[in-house]
């Protein structure tokens, strides 16, 4: 939104969301559109915060996301062993860690925008 790459239809963030949620009424919809806008981007970081909860539905479209910009997910890891995710998940560098303080997780980030030139 900020780089001009979906239109701003009511002048904020939040209020276009809210147009852009109501217009784009299912999941596929708004992943569809997401990949679309990708395309004309460069250098983008997805953070998704509960990967885990992958379903057979939801995997084709994280795919194209991880090919069209950085896919940074956090997940258990109890869902690497998910029923025929596995190779989904060698998509991925694996970095265990456990709980981070808010300083942590900022320097996490950093290290992972350093490593990946994003």
Sequence with gaps: WELGLVERE???LEADLDTWTKAKKTNDAKAKHIVE???????????IDD?????P???????AFSEKATLLGAC???ALAKKN???FWKRFDEVKIGPLAEKESRELLASFV????I
């Design 51 to 55: 990967i885990g909860n992958i379903t």
């Design 114 to 117: 350093s490593k990946y030139q």
């Design 37 to 47: 806008v990708l395309g004309k981007a460069e250098n983008v970081l997805i953070v």
């Design 76 to 78: 258990e890891e109890s």
């Design 57 to 63: 539905s939801s995997r084709p479209w994280l795919e």
């Design 85 to 87: 995710t596995k190779r």
């Design 10 to 12: 009511r002048g904020s």
